[in-house]
């Protein structure tokens, strides 16, 4: 009777102390989930001395952040390796970035290696990544594309967007797997579609030769994240006529983009649109107001355009508003007084409001403004107001 006495007991205290040792973590996690770093790190503290590798992970966190507004590294490492050695996968990623860039400790390519390949083994997608970077350049390990190659399409599985692109990029290239274009687009498209820029000014690449407008689509993407070679690039589709009609004006205004955005060769090509726009003007002196498809074509014609066509355009774009009017025939006239018929149309909002655009759309405010220089005389820049399609059929 008094060992069952003392089994019932004992089984009591261990739960009692499990709960207890749970209501503490949360405390620990809350604090430090909230900020409040000076209470986080009291709450957090005596479960890392007794090897809790969530509360380690945690005070490495606030050392980094700085308890004092100065972050201690090697306090850092310390709890990182305490977390890591209780299987924490972040922390074991943390402690690899560590000792590759020896931050806190002497920097060790093979102590790196060892945490990176813990931290993809227990299932980290930035630990394969910067692991199938190693393998890839041949860093402190025997090159591999194979292995790196695998290791990155395990990370982009799990959703990591550089994963995805270089999985693509590897798949477009034959680097570690058979070339398999159809596969190198699926990647290279899921990555577009999360946002990656880069990913996008890829896809770019890949379409323009087969499907100009979906590639012009993505270009504009990655141009309305600032991505100066997309900008570059849809420069020289529009110079060039790669797939689409030659359009002088929006090739400048593109490169002026690029340019702007950081990209130095673009003002070469810059001065080079800017000199063929010269030639053409001279030639044709109304030109300055229509593309150069346009200026070749036979007569211009007004053109109309209902809500529902309003509607259809891409909802968060940006078009130019030139003006608002109340008939057919002041929206027609308004074009032809301007020189405009080619590069403007109206749009039927109701029975006696007629809104003027430009045809073309923009996928940023800034391409759009920076257009604006190139295609409108200056008369209509002042009063010209870029907004959204939305804003249009909104009130």
Same mark, same amino acid.
């Given at each position: 009777?008094?060992?069952?006495?003392?089994?019932?007991?004992?089984?009591?205290?261990?739960?009692?102390?499990?709960?207890?040792?749970?209501?503490?973590?949360?405390?620990?996690?809350?604090?430090?989930?909230?900020?409040?770093?000076?209470?986080?790190?009291?709450?957090?503290?005596?479960?890392?001395?007794?090897?809790?590798?969530?509360?380690?992970?945690?005070?490495?966190?606030?050392?980094?952040?700085?308890?004092?507004?100065?972050?201690?590294?090697?306090?850092?490492?310390?709890?990182?390796?305490?977390?890591?050695?209780?299987?924490?996968?972040?922390?074991?990623?943390?402690?690899?970035?560590?000792?590759?860039?020896?931050?806190?400790?002497?920097?060790?390519?093979?102590?790196?290696?060892?945490?990176?390949?813990?931290?993809?083994?227990?299932?980290?997608?930035?630990?394969?990544?910067?692991?199938?970077?190693l393998y890839e350049k041949g860093e402190g390990i025997e090159k591999d594309l194979d292995q790196a190659f695998s290791l990155y399409q395990r990370s982009a599985e799990q959703g990591l967007t550089d994963s995805q692109l270089k999985t693509g990029l590897m798949l477009l290239q034959g680097e570690g797997v058979e070339k398999d274009p159809q596969a190198a687009r699926y990647w290279i498209e899921l990555a577009a579609e999360s946002g990656d820029d880069k990913a996008q000014l890829a896809l770019g690449v890949l379409l323009i030769d087969f499907d100009p407008y979906r590639a012009i689509h993505w270009y504009n993407q990655a141009v309305s994240q600032g991505n100066p070679y997309a900008a570059h690039n849809l420069a020289l589709?529009?110079?060039?006529?790669?797939?689409?009609?030659?359009?002088?004006?929006?090739?400048?205004?593109?490169?002026?983009?690029?340019?702007?955005?950081?990209?130095?060769?673009?003002?070469?090509?810059?001065?080079?649109?800017?000199?063929?726009?010269?030639?053409?003007? !001279?030639? *044709?002196?109304?030109?300055?107001?229509?593309? @150069?498809?346009?200026?070749? #074509? &036979? +007569?211009?014609?007004?053109?109309?355009?209902?809500?529902?066509?309003?509607?259809?355009?891409?909802?968060?774009?940006?078009?130019?508003?030139?003006?608002?009017?109340?008939?057919?025939?002041?929206?027609?006239?308004?074009?032809?007084?301007?020189?405009?018929?080619?590069?403007?149309?109206?749009? !039927?909002? *109701?029975?006696?409001?007629?809104?003027?655009? @430009?045809?073309?759309?923009? #996928? &940023? +405010?800034?391409?759009?403004?920076?257009?604006?220089?190139?295609?409108?005389?200056?008369?209509?820049?002042?009063?010209?107001?870029?907004?959204?399609?939305?804003?249009?059929?909104?009130?």
């Amino acid at each position: 009777m008094f060992n069952r006495l003392r089994v019932i007991l004992t089984s009591v205290l261990l739960l009692s102390s499990t709960s207890v040792i749970a209501t503490d973590l949360e405390r620990c996690q809350t604090l430090f989930l909230k900020g409040e770093i000076g209470p986080a790190y009291q709450a957090c503290l005596p479960l890392a001395q007794v090897g809790d590798v969530q509360a380690a992970f945690n005070i490495a966190r606030l050392q980094a952040i700085g308890l004092e507004g100065t972050p201690d590294w090697r306090k850092v490492v310390k709890w990182l390796t305490v977390s890591a050695a209780g299987k924490h996968h972040e922390a074991a990623y943390n402690l690899a970035i560590a000792y590759q860039l020896g931050k806190g400790v002497t920097a060790d390519q093979q102590q790196a290696l060892k945490y990176y390949q813990q931290s993809a083994e227990l299932g980290n997608s930035k630990a394969m990544r910067n692991l199938a970077l190693l393998y890839e350049k041949g860093e402190g390990i025997e090159k591999d594309l194979d292995q790196a190659f695998s290791l990155y399409q395990r990370s982009a599985e799990q959703g990591l967007t550089d994963s995805q692109l270089k999985t693509g990029l590897m798949l477009l290239q034959g680097e570690g797997v058979e070339k398999d274009p159809q596969a190198a687009r699926y990647w290279i498209e899921l990555a577009a579609e999360s946002g990656d820029d880069k990913a996008q000014l890829a896809l770019g690449v890949l379409l323009i030769d087969f499907d100009p407008y979906r590639a012009i689509h993505w270009y504009n993407q990655a141009v309305s994240q600032g991505n100066p070679y997309a900008a570059h690039n849809l420069a020289l589709v529009y110079f060039e006529g790669t797939g689409v009609p030659v359009d002088m004006m929006h090739a400048l205004a593109y490169a002026e983009t690029s340019n702007e955005l950081g990209n130095g060769l673009s003002a070469a090509l810059y001065q080079k649109i800017l000199a063929r726009l010269q030639q053409t003007i !001279v030639s *044709d002196p109304q030109s300055i107001s229509k593309p @150069l498809a346009i200026v070749e #074509s &036979d +007569r211009p014609r007004f053109e109309e355009k209902n809500l529902e066509w309003l509607k259809a355009q891409p909802a968060r774009h940006y078009v130019v508003q030139l003006a608002r009017l109340n008939s057919h025939n002041s929206a027609e006239s308004f074009l032809q007084e301007q020189g405009l018929l080619n590069t403007a149309h109206a749009v !039927v909002l *109701d029975s006696h409001d007629y809104v003027v655009l @430009l045809k073309q759309g923009f #996928s &940023d +405010r800034a391409t759009a403004q920076n257009a604006l220089k190139v295609i409108l005389p200056k008369s209509l820049t002042k009063d010209a107001w870029i907004r959204s399609y939305r804003s249009l059929y909104t009130h």
